[in-house]
């Protein structure tokens, strides 16, 4: 407590003892308090379809720029990406033009997951947010607020790449190669993806075997290898890549930047059963020559470089299965007050409303777990971050996918056969069943994420004096 308890003291009992007197929420109230602030009604109002800020109540995290980033992105998804979802999904393609209008309105460089709206790399601005004020919530709006469209093969198709494929490059990458590489990317005309999971090794990251080894003269790396299931690797023209460079284990794995024009690429799509359109692609390496000056970080310590990328990949599955959880809890509560059976409406059922009510507490825990942790990643640098939120962050993307699994299941018990139908009135739960093993999966299984979050939590507690 010594070492840790002033910095993160969030109150006493004495301060709470004075505080006797709680009052709800206003819709639209003038707040006065300096650490927290009521937002005017937003949206339909159907209970706990949306996080609690967009329904008056008061939140900490949110201010006037993060309202009106919330329109801004709410606007562009319901005029250019929802109508197009269903036709998309059944042409097995998304049309590019959409990628490149998201970097002209600087929603990429927005979602992108770099640790500020860059200038430096980026011309690209929102209208409602100014680079100096954005922050880690306005990045979890934007992808809230694009996963509203109900489809995570979207979601992926247009950040699924980008959003860690690019923080490794950006973060530890050379400097005349971000000059040269990133701008593109961030105003949609070339995209990214990243490699590590193999056939052979997916959370087991440490056991990936692609080769990377250096020419008699050192200038280049000749890669050898196949990577697996690699989201928007179809699309890419950039591929940030683990490779081994040195010993077995985690100690021999670097990262290179290979790019697509470099000769011996060949990539596969791969047919999945669900998020079809999100491109996951079979990527073969065949003596691809990069320039040593593409490595990412430093040789042989490419490890540091993955498990830095997890915080925020983990992140990111976590917001959109919580929107997709929340878009499935809605759909059902539609459909309930819509759908008579025995004379009543499914709404007037009490085994539907117990079946909702699961839905909703389990939505609305996970998002108040992801706004805290959201909170934590601002104030803790890279290092503190990884040690005391990852396993924090594990459990809540396991939370979260279950949550997802949960509520599709019990949406498509509500609909019935509908929701066994491929477009339609249950169409975006059809299609929402078929992706939930993408969030359940990737970025660490379930099991492997409930494992972590123990681990994790006794090793950080045992630092700060654990009393086991």
């Known amino acids: 407590m010594k070492k840790y308890g002033v910095k993160y003291r969030i109150g006493s009992v004495a301060e709470a003892s004075s505080n006797k007197q709680l009052t709800p929420a206003k819709l639209a109230a003038n707040d006065t308090a300096a650490d927290s602030t009521s937002h005017e009604a937003f949206g339909d109002l159907i209970p706990y379809a949306d996080p609690s800020w967009y329904q008056g109540y008061h939140s900490p995290y949110y201010n006037e720029t993060h309202v009106a980033l919330r329109q801004e992105i709410r606007e562009w998804v319901e005029?250019?990406?929802?109508?197009?979802?269903?036709?998309?999904?059944e042409e097995g393609k998304i049309d590019p033009a959409i990628y490149k209008q998201a970097g002209e309105l600087g929603i990429l460089t927005g979602a992108c997951g770099l640790p500020e709206f860059t200038t430096k790399y980026s011309t690209k601005r929102l209208k409602s947010v100014k680079p100096e004020e954005f922050d880690a919530f306005h990045e979890l709006v934007i992808v809230d607020e694009i996963c509203r469209c109900g489809s995570g093969a979207f979601a992926w198709f247009l950040l699924g790449g980008l959003g860690i494929g690019l923080p490794p490059l950006f973060n530890f990458g050379q400097e005349a190669v971000k000059q040269r590489v990133i701008p593109g990317i961030l105003a949609g005309d070339k995209r990214i993806c990243l490699c590590i999971t193999e056939p052979d090794a997916g959370s087991d990251v440490a056991n990936i075997r692609t080769s990377a080894k250096k020419t008699e003269d050192g200038k280049h790396y000749i890669v050898n290898g196949v990577k697996k299931w690699i989201t928007n690797g179809i699309f890419a023209d950039y591929f940030s890549v683990a490779v081994r460079t040195g010993k077995p284990g985690m100690g021999g794995i670097s990262m290179l930047l290979i790019e697509k024009t470099f000769p011996g690429i060949t990539t596969r799509k791969i047919k999945t059963q669900g998020m079809g359109n999100s491109g996951s692609t079979y990527i073969e390496?065949?003596?691809?020559?990069?320039?040593?000056?593409?490595?990412?970080?430093?040789?042989?310590?490419?490890?540091?470089?993955?498990?830095?990328?997890?915080?925020?990949?983990?992140?990111?599955?976590?917001?959109?299965?919580?929107?997709?959880?929340r878009?499935?809890?809605?759909?059902?509560?539609?459909?309930?007050?819509r759908r008579k059976t025995f004379g009543k409406r499914l709404i007037e059922h009490d085994v539907?409303?117990?079946?909702?009510?699961?839905?909703?507490?389990?939505?609305?825990?996970?998002?108040?777990w992801l706004e805290s942790l959201v909170y934590q990643t601002t104030l803790m640098d890279s290092k503190e971050a990884m040690f005391r939120l990852g396993g924090a962050i594990a459990g809540a993307k396991a939370l979260a996918t279950?949550?997802?699994?949960?509520?599709?299941?019990?949406?498509?018990?509500?609909?019935?056969?509908?929701?066994?139908?491929r477009g339609g009135q249950g169409g975006v739960v059809e299609r929402l069943y078929r992706e939930v093993r993408a969030?359940?999966?990737?970025?660490?299984?379930e099991e492997i994420m409930l494992d972590l979050a123990m681990r994790q939590a006794l090793k950080v507690h045992e630092v700060l004096g654990s009393k086991l």
């Open 402 to 421: 279950q949550t997802m699994e949960l509520c599709a299941r019990e949406a498509s018990q509500i609909f019935g056969g509908l929701s066994y139908t």
């Open 285 to 325: 390496f065949d003596n691809v020559k990069v320039p040593v000056e593409n490595i990412i970080g430093k040789e042989n310590q490419g490890f540091k470089v993955i498990m830095s990328n997890f915080n925020h990949e983990r992140i990111g599955i976590i917001i959109q299965a919580n929107r997709f959880s």
């Open 352 to 368: 539907i409303r117990n079946k909702l009510a699961n839905m909703a507490i389990r939505c609305e825990g996970v998002h108040n």
């Open 439 to 445: 969030y359940a999966i990737p970025g660490g299984s």
């Open 79 to 89: 005029e250019y990406v929802t109508p197009n979802i269903e036709d998309w999904e």
């Open 327 to 337: 878009l499935l809890y809605e759909e059902a509560v539609r459909h309930a007050h």
